[in-house]
């Protein structure tokens, strides 16, 4: 299957800084990107859907302006948290949608996600 | 709500096949069956996916009901390295991925 890269897969930091989380289709292009989150021992949540070269739509719950989203590219997407605070602390995982499939057999494909720890 | 349906826990002896049931019995006729795997502390591993006939690719088998209102996932000789957690997920072309709680797989040695 197709690869879907994030960076970092790890990262602490302190209450109130912002981090930056990059998610890479690397074989293939990717006009739709997803965020997911998860918290511990619960399945994962979509927060938000980014086209390329669009602003993202953003799930019922979530702060656009906490949760930054960029898609400038067909194989990056970011998600940045801003102002990160204890409550931030989940796993975030990104996906890809390849589409060169054709109409319904577009697949999305997974990062290996990001452990976020806001201390 | 959830559209479909699995048991929350299932266990399976090392080189027996898997068989993962899910109830979807809601699904409309554009929708199709996806599964996908999460290993612990990994992203989701897509499986396979299918409309209304039967699918097999290296990983696992997909059986669809003829009324397609359920499908159950066959691993064929399950391995240590198949105990995750099995999302059954039905979806409209172009609509996002959403996950319900899945069935955890524990295969025994």
């Known amino acids: 299957g197709a690869v879907v890269s994030q960076h970092p897969s790890r990262v602490i930091c302190k209450s109130g800084t912002s981090v930056k989380i990059e998610c890479r289709s690397l074989d293939f292009q990717a006009t739709t990107m997803f965020w997911y989150r998860q918290f511990p021992k619960q399945s994962l949540m979509l927060m938000a859907t980014?086209?390329?070269?669009?602003?993202?739509?953003?799930e019922q719950g979530v702060e656009k302006d906490k949760f930054l989203i960029n898609h400038a590219s067909l194989t990056l997407s970011t998600l940045t948290v801003t102002s990160a605070h204890p409550e931030d602390s989940s796993f975030y995982i990104c996906?890809?949608?390849?589409?060169?499939?054709?109409?319904?057999?577009?697949?999305?494909?997974f990062g290996p996600g990001t452990r976020l720890l806001v201390l | 709500d959830a559209k479909t349906t699995q048991p929350p826990s299932m266990d399976c002896a090392e080189g027996r096949a898997a068989n993962l049931p899910c109830n979807h019995s809601?699904?409309?006729?554009?929708?199709?069956v996806y599964w996908y795997r999460q290993i612990h502390s990994q992203g989701p591993q897509y499986i396979i996916h299918?409309?209304?006939n039967n699918e097999t690719n290296e990983m696992a088998s997909l059986i669809i009901t003829e009324d397609r209102k359920s499908s159950t996932l066959i691993l064929p000789h399950a391995t240590l390295r198949d105990t995750a957690v099995y999302y059954c997920i039905v979806r409209v072309w172009s609509t996002p991925l959403v996950f319900g709680k899945g069935t955890r797989l524990s295969v025994i040695a």
């Open positions: 299918g409309l209304k």
């Open positions: 996906s890809a949608r390849d589409s060169s499939g054709g109409r319904g057999e577009e697949t999305q494909y």
């Open positions: 980014s086209n390329e070269g669009s602003k993202a739509t953003y």
């Open positions: 809601t699904i409309s006729g554009n929708e199709y």
